[in-house]
């Protein structure tokens, strides 16, 4: 009767199958936190590829501060009616 070389191995896998499952997962989860933390942490100007990252002036939209400016206090008095028959949901 011949003897099945792979037998060792079984054995081994068999004895081992939850060790090496937590090893393996482990691993796989350290490597992808270190491979996402060196991608969010390198400076985006330093691309491989020679790719420059352009930076757009950050200004605001002047109608639209204008528009937030021109918004009243809740102290200031509304000169808004409703029509007849409705209540206003927000008035305290």
Known sequence: MK???LAPL???LGRYHVILFFLIVVGSLTYEI???STITNTDPSLNADGYQAQVTDPTFDTATINKIKALRTRSDSSTYTLPAGRNNPFTE
């Open 3 to 5: 003897k099945n070389p």
């Open 10 to 12: 079984g054995y081994f």
């Open 34 to 36: 270190y491979s996402l």
